[in-house]
């Protein structure tokens, strides 16, 4: 059975835009990417949307859904009162290219900074990897992140304080995660989350791990435990006493 609602998308770009309400016929299954896509097809054939699998896995078509980051393929209209208009906009923490697309280019520009997977030369000469269970299945949520940057919308730090010279966000956190849990890794990144990273900048609010939608706890596994090892690392009073001490040993030698 049909029935109509009403979607108010934003339509605009970097210079200025509205919301215009459009009403469109629903049916029983439909997600949010199913109505947008018929008021494309039908009635605003201009209307720019960014989309691919559908399924969820890609993590191309993130909007914010009455005000909340989602993906738009993964929210029904089931889940959505329908006596209002359904809030369609683009994210807020990123330049507006045109309607609901975004420009993202800043995640991956970003990520092209932290520094590679690098396992020890035995290991690689070894020819064989060999690693606990255990420790493969700590790292093993993190490779589940499809790249929708909901995390990156929601987050204060760069939505409402902009501090993307500062901050590499919680995606990128959680990609820094993956490598240094990774049981190989010989790479060293604790001064970099310190400092260029901006992990202390993140206070642990949990905004992140709530939309994502590959439910991967983002906070609780990725980013708190990198916080305690730059915290080990370099707040720590009796490792900080040991480096003094240390270094001033060392040179009376």
Same mark, same amino acid.
Request: charged letters at 25%; one cysteine or more; hydrophobic letters at 40%.
């Given at each position: 059975?049909?029935?109509?609602?009403?979607?108010?998308?934003?339509?605009?770009?970097?210079?200025?835009?509205?919301?215009?309400?459009?009403?469109?016929?629903?049916?029983?299954?439909?997600?949010?990417?199913?109505?947008?896509?018929?008021?494309?097809?039908?009635?605003?054939?201009?209307?720019?949307?960014?989309?691919?699998?559908?399924?969820?896995?890609?993590?191309?078509?993130?909007?914010?859904?009455?005000?909340?980051?989602?993906?738009?393929?993964?929210?029904?209209?089931?889940?959505?009162?329908?006596?209002?208009?359904?809030?369609?906009?683009?994210?807020?923490?990123?330049?507006?290219?045109?309607?609901?697309?975004?420009?993202?280019?800043?995640?991956?520009?970003?990520?092209?900074?932290?520094?590679?997977?690098?396992?020890?030369?035995?290991?690689?000469?070894?020819?064989?990897?060999?690693?606990?269970?255990?420790?493969?299945?700590?790292?093993?949520?993190?490779?589940?992140?499809?790249?929708?940057?909901?995390?990156?919308?929601?987050?204060?730090?760069?939505?409402?304080?902009? &501090?993307? @010279? +500062? %901050?590499?966000?919680?995606?990128?956190? #959680?990609?820094?995660?993956?490598?240094?849990?990774? /049981?190989? $890794?010989?790479?060293?990144?604790?001064?970099? &989350?310190? @400092? +260029? %990273?901006?992990?202390?900048?993140?206070? #642990?609010?949990?905004?992140?791990?709530?939309?994502? /939608?590959? $439910?991967?706890?983002?906070?609780?596994?990725?980013?708190?435990?990198?916080?305690?090892?730059?915290?080990?690392?370099?707040?720590?009073?009796?490792?900080?006493?040991?480096?003094?001490?240390?270094?001033?040993?060392?040179?009376?030698?």
């Amino acid at each position: 059975m049909k029935t109509a609602a009403t979607f108010r998308i934003w339509r605009g770009d970097a210079s200025g835009g509205r919301l215009i309400d459009y009403q469109t016929s629903i049916s029983e299954g439909m997600v949010v990417l199913d109505a947008v896509r018929q008021i494309q097809t039908e009635q605003a054939n201009d209307l720019a949307i960014r989309w691919n699998c559908r399924a969820g896995k890609c993590g191309s078509c993130s909007a914010e859904i009455n005000g909340m980051p989602k993906l738009m393929c993964m929210t029904r209209l089931s889940s959505i009162p329908l006596n209002k208009p359904v809030m369609v906009e683009p994210m807020r923490t990123f330049p507006l290219i045109r309607d609901l697309v975004t420009d993202v280019s800043w995640n991956y520009r970003v990520k092209k900074e932290i520094k590679p997977f690098r396992p020890s030369p035995a290991d690689v000469a070894d020819g064989g990897w060999r690693m606990q269970q255990v420790d493969i299945a700590r790292i093993e949520e993190f490779h589940r992140c499809i790249e929708c940057f909901l995390c990156q919308d929601v987050c204060h730090v760069l939505r409402e304080h902009q &501090l993307y @010279d +500062r %901050y590499i966000g919680p995606r990128n956190l #959680v990609y820094t995660a993956a490598l240094e849990m990774h /049981p190989l $890794e010989t790479e060293h990144r604790l001064e970099a &989350l310190k @400092d +260029r %990273y901006g992990i202390g900048y993140c206070n #642990v609010t949990n905004c992140c791990t709530l939309v994502c /939608p590959a $439910e991967i706890k983002i906070t609780e596994n990725a980013i708190i435990p990198q916080k305690e090892r730059v915290v080990d690392a370099f707040y720590d009073p009796l490792i900080r006493f040991w480096r003094f001490f240390g270094r001033r040993f060392s040179r009376s030698r």
